[in-house]
C-alpha cells in the first residue's frame, strides 16, 4: 500500500522566518495531496490541497508543490506567526481501483511546528 | 452547517467493559472514516464507508472493534471487549466522493478514550 514519509517530526521558527516540511509518497498512482493542521486538543483541519496535475498552489502564506517525479510534496508557510503552531500533516490518496474506484487517504505521521515571537 | 458530530467526547471505561462511540456526518456527504490518533502511530485510517456500504475495513485491529452505518445521517464505532491498547483518540470525518474522485474529508471533534 501507500507510505508517507514526512520530515522533520518537529520545527522551530522565529516569528516572521519562513517553514517548509517536506513528504514524499511510495505509489506513483497517487493524484491528491491534502495537508491537515491540528492545534492541541482539536480536530485535524485542512489548510491547502494539490492535485497531480498541477506543481503548485498558494493561499496567502501557504503554499504547495508537488513533484511527480520525485513523488514528494512540500509545504510553505511565509511570515510565520505564533497561531501558526500546531501540527502539520501530510496525507496521500489515489483511486483504489479494487475496491470500486474511490479512494482513501494516507497520512503522515505530522511535524510539530513551533512559532516563538 | 454544524459540521461532522460526535459523542461522547470523552470516555473512560474499564478494562473489558463494551464501548460504544457516536458520528453523524454533514448533510449530503456520501462518505464517512473511522480514524484512530495515537503518539506512537499517527492517524490510523480503520474504516470507510460510501454511502452506507463499508468500503475498506482493512484497518480495523481485530475482531473487537466493529463499525456500523444504518443510515446516512449515522455511524457507530464499538469495542467489545476493551482494553487499555484501545487509549487513543477516535475520530469521525466525511466527505462528499464520487468513483475516481477524491474530495476534502471534514473531521469531526474526537473522542477521547480512556481505558483502565
Known amino acids: 500500500g501507500e507510505n508517507v514519509e514526512q520530515h522533520p517530526s518537529t520545527l522551530s521558527v522565529q516569528e516572521g522566518d519562513s517553514a517548509v516540511i517536506k513528504c514524499t509518497y511510495s505509489?506513483?498512482?497517487?493524484?491528491?495531496f491534502p495537508w491537515y493542521k491540528q492545534e492541541l486538543g482539536k480536530r485535524p483541519q485542512l489548510i491547502i490541497d494539490i492535485r497531480s496535475n498541477v506543481g503548485e498552489k498558494k493561499d496567502q502564506r501557504i503554499a504547495v508543490t508537488l513533484n511527480k517525479t520525485a513523488k514528494h510534496f512540500s509545504l510553505h508557510i511565509t511570515e510565520t506567526q505564533p497561531e501558526d503552531s500546531a501540527v502539520y500533516f501530510c496525507a496521500a490518496s489515489k483511486t483504489n481501483l479494487l475496491n470500486s474506484g474511490y479512494s482513501t487517504l494516507t497520512f503522515g505521521k505530522g511535524t510539530m511546528l513551533l512559532v516563538s515571537p | 452547517d454544524a459540521g461532522v458530530i460526535q459523542s461522547p467526547r470523552h470516555e473512560v471505561t474499564e478494562m473489558g467493559q463494551e464501548v460504544t462511540l457516536r458520528c453523524k456526518p454533514i448533510s449530503g456527504h456520501n462518505s464517512l472514516f473511522w480514524y484512530r490518533q495515537t503518539m506512537m502511530r499517527g492517524l490510523e485510517l480503520l474504516i470507510y464507508f460510501n454511502n452506507n456500504v463499508p468500503i475498506d475495513d482493512s484497518g480495523m485491529p481485530e475482531d473487537r472493534f466493529s463499525a456500523k452505518m444504518p443510515n446516512a445521517s449515522f455511524s457507530t464505532l464499538k469495542i467489545q471487549p476493551s482494553e487499555p491498547r484501545d487509549s487513543a483518540v477516535y475520530f469521525c470525518?466525511?466527505?462528499?466522493?464520487?468513483?475516481?474522485?477524491?474530495?476534502?474529508?471534514?473531521f469531526g471533534p474526537g473522542t477521547r478514550l480512556t481505558v483502565l
Open positions: 505509489d506513483s498512482a497517487s493524484n491528491y
Open positions: 470525518a466525511s466527505s462528499f466522493e464520487l468513483a475516481a474522485s477524491t474530495d476534502t474529508q471534514y
